[in-house]
Antibody, heavy 118, light 107 residues
Framework: QLQESGPGLVKPSQTLSLTCTVS??????????WSWIRQHPGKGLEWIGY???????DYNPSLKSRVTMSLDTSKNQFSLKLSSVTAADTAVYYC????????????WGQGTMVTVSS | DIQMTQSPSSLSASVGDRVTLTCRAS??????LGWYQQKPGKAPKRLIY???SLQSGVPSRFSGSGSGTEFTLTISSLQPEDFATYYC?????????FGGGTKVEIK
C-alpha cells in the first residue's frame, strides 16, 4: 500500500514537498519504479516522474526544471519536491508503483490535495 | 512525447448496455497500454494491462484489445458500479502519458 503525506496548502513561489510511505514490502525490492502523478481539479492525469530503487530518476520534461525526487530506504519512503509553485500546481498528487520499467502502474496511493494560494 | 487520444470524451448508457471506449496513440506502442477506472474522489484503479490482460479481481465483463496505435476497452454488460471515468495509459516510452479520459454516465 502507498500513502501520501504533506502540507495541503503551499504559498506561491515556495516548494511543495510530499512523501509517500510504502507498506507491505521494501521499497528496495522487486525492481519497482516509484512515480508521482498529479490531477488538476476536474482534469486528466499527468505523470511527474519516477525514482527507481537504486535512486535513478526520470522526470517529465514539462516539469523537469522544478522537480526533485528522493528515496529514504530506512523509512521505506520516497519523496517529491516541486519548487517555485504557482496556482497552476494546485492538484491532487498521487504516488504510484510500476512493477518494472515498461510495465503499467499497478498500485496507487489514495491521493492528497495540494492547493497553492497565499 | 506520445499523445494519447480517447474517444468519446463522455457517453451516456444504460445498465446492461455493451460499451466500447477507444484510445489512439500518436505512434506505435506495441501493446504497452493500460486501462484505469476512476470514481469521484478516488485514485485510479487498474483494469487492464498489456492491452488485453485482465487485472486480477476485475470482473470478466471488462476486456481490452488492440496493438500498435488503436486500442479498445469493452464493457460487455454495463453495471451500476461501472459508471466512472476511464483512462488509458501508455508505458511504451517516457514520459508516461494518459488519455484525456472517457466519462461513462447513466442514461
Amino acid at each position: 500500500q502507498l500513502q501520501e503525506s504533506g502540507p495541503g496548502l503551499v504559498k506561491p513561489s515556495q516548494t511543495l514537498s510530499l512523501t509517500c510511505t510504502v507498506s507491505g514490502g521494501s521499497i528496495r525490492s522487486g525492481g519497482y519504479y516509484w512515480s508521482w502523478i498529479r490531477q488538476h481539479p476536474g482534469k486528466g492525469l499527468e505523470w511527474i516522474g519516477y525514482i527507481y530503487y537504486t535512486g535513478i530518476t526520470d522526470y517529465n520534461p514539462s516539469l523537469k526544471s522544478r522537480v526533485t525526487m528522493s528515496l529514504d530506504t530506512s523509512k521505506n519512503q520516497f519523496s517529491l519536491k516541486l519548487s517555485s509553485v504557482t496556482a497552476a500546481d494546485t492538484a491532487v498528487y498521487y504516488c504510484a508503483r510500476s512493477p518494472g520499467y515498461r510495465h503499467a502502474i499497478d498500485i496507487w496511493g489514495q491521493g492528497t490535495m495540494v492547493t497553492v494560494s497565499s | 512525447d506520445i499523445q494519447m487520444t480517447q474517444s468519446p470524451s463522455s457517453l451516456s448508457a444504460s445498465v446492461g448496455d455493451r460499451v466500447t471506449l477507444t484510445c489512439r496513440a500518436s505512434q506505435g506502442i506495441r501493446n504497452d497500454l493500460g486501462w484505469y477506472q476512476q470514481k469521484p474522489g478516488k485514485a485510479p484503479k487498474r483494469l487492464i494491462y498489456a492491452a488485453s490482460s485482465l487485472q486480477s479481481g476485475v470482473p470478466s465483463r471488462f476486456s481490452g484489445s488492440g496493438s500498435g496505435t488503436e486500442f479498445t476497452l469493452t464493457i460487455s454488460s454495463l453495471q451500476p458500479e461501472d459508471f466512472a471515468t476511464y483512462y488509458c495509459l501508455q508505458y511504451h516510452s517516457y514520459p508516461l502519458t494518459f488519455g484525456g479520459g472517457t466519462k461513462v454516465e447513466i442514461k
